[in-house]
């Protein structure tokens, strides 16, 4: 770890990390820099507009061996300082006129600070008055005065008296003047917001704002500390209005790149003793920032402003540019924002997009796709440009000033071809200098996709959410069609990048239509971890993570909230969320009932008997194989109930209490007089004798376990290897990772139902053993085979059963708990088939290891069946 990441900002450390960011710049000359395998980056950042010259300006380091060889004193409180008299002397001279003091600071933020002591203490009123989206500093009273909560938060911020209004909303400020006549002190203002997405305000807005705080008594404050000192292609920006502000901060490039320092300059009507006599600092106004900012001055005003002049002539010619790319990427690129070496690009990606679910639609969502695009223009291009801190979606294009007209046209090509692959939603190309990957061809350019379908927010339309998440690593190409081609090591490396980065999110939408016209609105919402993630973590990060999108799918308008996968799994069922204030599924009773059709389709269709047939289950303890091994066992001639081998003694309990179950359960249909087919257990169970059907003891059940045992119709074991080979059906329901079912251990002929996600089927059986049939078990046809948003590897309108329950549940309005823990309700499962069938649910067409079966397998494994 580097000492960066691990002595000063971890988390930082770890993002910069994550995106290929954290790279050791060891050596930076004018507009370049060079990290430690010497290869040379354009940048574009410049310190957030710190740098007017680049890194390392020879002539600021020689004014630095200047002051060393005159042997000049660094600072010397309190004394007349020449250096700082100076400066501010130039300073007000340079400056708009009407300006006459400075106050010196180390930072823009001190700068804010001095500003806002100053305001308060000329007019007597404590009210700041600030715009939203602002950013003025970090310190407690530029937080404050900064126009975003999410900074302010966990500090005490806002202290009392800041207030903000939009921004470049002269009728708010009027509004607020008058109604608040006599509270507010000063209006501080960025002339462009920076942060804040480079926002420009209405041509005239600065000269009105400064007319309507004047006819109020409130000071008009500028904040120049990004927009000054030539960075708009003025020297100052408020110059294009002709304004001179009461108060003006600046900063940044004051220092050159090289020192910090600050300024605070203002009028003589804002001047007061109360304020110079009682605000100072140690470091502020020190020799060595002050010569340099001397310097500065002198650099950027000498031969009539030239490079002033440079900046605006080459910064038209970017952002020309950058408006050419808008028009040929209109539906990822908004807006081109911005003045002189001052540029902002606005995106506009989400789920509509691409007329596909995408990893960067997602990451937009969550605020890091700039980032990602940052990061692909630094590693695949070597352009160094940032996100806007505020404006999430602004990525910010602000060279040193003194970037040439050539160096504005290789930025353009880097971001042409950046641009080429967001518009294609290409996101294997913006990733793959993360996954150690060579670049490919790339997609060609998409048009935007079709809207997703929207909430009516009608009280008659059901509302569902599902939970689901990478079970498998074919999961991302099934979510973000242009992963396609990357193969299991670079999925793997994908999700170890991005999932610790993304929080919950919507994948898809869809709205059901059932055949009685009930509709439901959906929502299937990921959370980013794959099965080895959810086992490997504490129990109590994997509920929180789930409860976090249960709380996410709760605040968007579900009623109803399936748990699929291992979201099922690590809650225990769903019990660890019960008191969760929306219902929760986990959808395990309708895929009971889709497991037990399933079998029994293939069984007629292959012209089999269940009643002839051996089953055996795998997982018979978990709650979706305890229910099948019900169901089935009316049918079924022999029943072979399989526990986990790593715990064989646990397991025989459990497989015990499932067997005691199971004969209950027989026993229970024999009273209500069901018939059972010759051979099966269920006639085993009637043929064992009288039974006290009214007062059935744990003894009698017990002894008709025994018999079953002893007449080998029932099995209880944990031992697959023995067992497996002499079932002709199995059925696979367990939570486990590993492929349990391997060719060796089948029967020939034999029929598998894979229930288990991630599959417990090797696809190892597919090749080595064609005479066995694999179907994928809890597929179903949802009515009207709508667009889910997501494909989950089927074809259009197919879902997994688990996902149908919810649906059928939000159609129904049905708003309780249902299908939680290990003991799923026979009731519960006979009505949800019943309402399945009624509401236009059906099976699927069979699928074997993720695709349809096609008409000639099935006909070869008829033909095998036949033949045998």
């Known amino acids: 770890m580097h000492p960066f990441t691990q002595y000063v900002n971890p988390s930082l450390g770890r993002l ?129 005065a900064t126009g975003n909560d999410h900074y302010q938060q966990g500090f005490g911020a806002p202290v009392a008296g800041f207030e903000r209004i939009p921004h470049g909303d002269l009728d708010a400020l009027r509004q607020v003047l008058e109604e608040r006549a006599g509270q507010f002190a000063a209006f501080l203002l960025e002339p462009i917001q920076g942060e804040g997405g480079i926002v420009v305000p209405p041509a005239g807005y600065l000269a009105a704002a400064k007319e309507l705080c004047h006819a109020h008594g409130v000071l008009f404050v500028l904040d120049e500390i990004q927009t000054g000192l030539g960075r708009t292609g003025h020297l100052f920006a408020c110059e294009a209005e002709g304004v001179t502000p009461d108060v003006m901060t600046v900063a940044k490039a004051l220092g050159g790149g090289l020192l910090p320092i600050g300024a605070m300059l203002y009028t003589e009507a804002a001047y007061t003793e109360k304020f110079v006599l009682k605000h100072s600092s140690t470091f502020a106004g020190n020799t060595l920032a002050c010569r340099v900012g001397l310097r500065v001055l002198e650099m950027l005003t000498r031969d009539d402003r030239a490079l002033v002049r440079q900046v605006a002539e080459n910064g038209a010619f970017l952002k020309a540019g950058l408006e050419e790319l ?60 940032a996100p806007t801190l505020n404006g999430s979606q602004v990525m910010r294009i602000e060279p040193p000033l003194i970037a040439t007209r050539e160096m504005c046209a290789q930025a353009l090509g880097a971001l042409d071809r950046m641009l080429s692959a967001l518009a294609a939603g290409d996101t294997a190309e913006l990733v793959h200098h993360l996954l150690g990957m060579e670049s490919r061809p790339r997609l060609p350019a998409l048009s935007p996709g079709q809207r997703r379908p929207a909430r009516t927010g009608t009280p008659q339309e059901g509302r569902f959410a599902f939970l689901v998440h ?51 609105y959906g929502e299937f919402i990921v959370v980013p971890r794959t099965a080895e993630e959810f086992l490997r973590m504490p129990s109590t990060q994997a509920q929180a993570e789930v409860r976090a999108a249960v709380d996410l799918a709760r605040k968007r308008g579900a009623h109803v909230v399936g748990l699929g996968a291992y979201t099922s799994v690590v809650t225990r069922g769903g019990l660890s969320l019960r008191k969760s204030p929306v219902a929760l599924t986990t959808g395990n009773s309708y895929t009971v009932v889709s497991a037990v059709d399933a079998v029994s389709q293939v069984m007629r269709g292959l012209e089999l008997q269940l009643s002839e047939s051996t089953v055996a289950v795998v997982g018979a303890t978990g709650a979706i194989g305890r229910a099948t091994t019900l169901l089935l066992a009316k049918e079924v001639g022999r029943l072979i109930l399989l526990g986990n081998p790593a715990r064989p003694e646990r397991s025989r309990l459990r497989l015990l209490q499932v067997a005691l179950e199971l004969c209950q359960f027989l026993v229970s249909q024999l009273q209500e007089g069901q018939a059972f087919p010759a051979g099966s257990l269920g006639e085993a169970v009637r043929s064992l004798g009288p039974l006290p059907m009214n007062d059935l003891t744990p003894e009698h059940l017990v002894h008709l376990v025994a018999c079953l045992e002893q007449q080998g119709q029932l099995v209880l074991s944990t031992e697959l290897g023995d067992m497996l080979s002499q079932a002709d059906v199995v059925v696979t329901a367990t939570s486990s990772v590993e492929k349990l079912v391997t060719p060796e251990l089948l029967k020939v002929g034999a029929v598998v139902c894979d229930l288990s996600r991630p599959p417990n089927v090797s696809r190892a059986v597919k090749q080595a053993r064609p005479d066995v049939l694999v179907i994928d078990g809890g597929v179903v046809a949802v009515p009207g085979r709508p667009e889910l948003g997501w494909s989950f590897g089927f074809e259009k309108g197919l879902a997994y059963a688990c996902m149908a329950e919810t649906m059928i549940l939000g159609l129904d309005h049905h708003y309780e708990d249902t299908s939680l823990g290990a003991d799923l309700n026979l009731p519960t499962i006979l009505r949800l088939r019943q309402r399945g069938e009624a509401l236009g649910f059906k099976t699927s067409w069979f699928r074997s290891f993720d695709r349809p079966l096609s008409v000639t397998e099935w006909d070869h494994h008829v033909k095998l069946r036949q033949g045998a």
């Open 16 to 144: 910069l990390q994550t995106l290929h960011m954290d790279k050791r710049f060891v050596k930076g000359e004018g507009c370049f820099l060079h990290d430690a395998e010497d290869r040379r980056y354009l940048d574009f950042v410049a310190a957030y507009g710190a740098l007017p010259f680049g890194f390392n300006p020879p002539e600021l380091w020689q004014v630095l061996h200047e002051v060393e060889q005159r042997l000049e004193p660094s600072f010397v409180q309190p004394s007349a300082l020449d250096a700082a008299g100076a400066l501010a002397e130039k300073l007000i001279e340079k400056g708009p006129p009407g300006l006459r003091y400075v106050t010196f600071a180390n930072s823009g933020a001190e700068a804010v600070e001095a500003a806002i002591k100053l305001c308060r203490a000329s007019t007597g009123r404590l009210g700041i008055l600030t715009t939203h989206n602002s950013f003025h500093g970090k310190t407690l009273g530029a937080l404050s």
């Open 326 to 385: 808008r028009l040929r990427y209109p539906h990822v690129l908004r807006a081109v924002r911005g003045q002189g070496y001052l540029l902002g690009l606005e995106f506009q990606v989400d789920l509509d997009s691409y007329g596909h679910a995408s990893l960067l639609a997602v990451l937009a969502e969550q605020k890091n796709l700039i980032p990602l695009l940052s990061s692909y223009l630094l590693e695949v291009e070597g352009l160094r440009v």
């Open 470 to 520: 990478p079970v498998t690593l074919s999961n991302y190409t099934e979510f973000d069609r242009s992963l396609g081609e990357l193969q299991s090591d670079e999925l793997r490396r994908l999700s170890h990048h991005f999932n610790d980065l993304i929080t919950p999110f919507v994948a898809g939408t869809t709205r059901i239509v059932a055949d009685d016209g009930r509709t439901a």
